[in-house]
Nanobody
């Protein structure tokens, strides 16, 4: 019902910045709660940031102050601006949505109904 496509990943030097985008289709974007997760090889998938239908945000402690999540409902697109990147940020980044505006536990992958295929972010030393 919902399709998600991430873009904007790539290779960046430590201290640099990237902006990820997640384009959604299939349902009314404005009513979705959305989030970004990341997963490195051999590690569990972990939340990066989340945003409710009303614009409330949640950030993992490791990225708070460096990353900014936002959404443009008119474009059916969510963004993740990543500043001051370091090698521990290297991972595949996934866009996720749920069919309601917010999750009781936005940090839990099981709260989300749809996932994109991921985009690779690599930060060099």
């Amino acid at each position: 019902q919902v399709q998600l496509v991430e873009s904007g990943g790539g290779l960046v030097q430590a201290g640099g910045s990237l902006r990820l985008s997640c384009a959604a289709s299939g349902r009314t974007f404005s009513n979705y709660g959305m989030g970004w997760f990341r997963q490195a090889p051999g590690k569990e998938r972990a939340v990066v940031a989340a945003i409710s239908s009303g614009g409330s945000t949640y950030y993992a402690a490791s990225v708070k102050g460096r990353f900014t999540i936002s959404r443009d409902n008119a474009k059916n697109t969510m963004y993740l601006k990543m500043n001051s990147l370091n090698p521990e940020d290297t991972a595949v980044y996934y866009c996720a949505v749920r069919s309601t505006g917010w999750a009781s536990r936005p940090f839990m992958p099981t709260e989300y109904d749809y996932w994109g295929r991921g985009t690779q972010v690599t930060v060099s030393s």
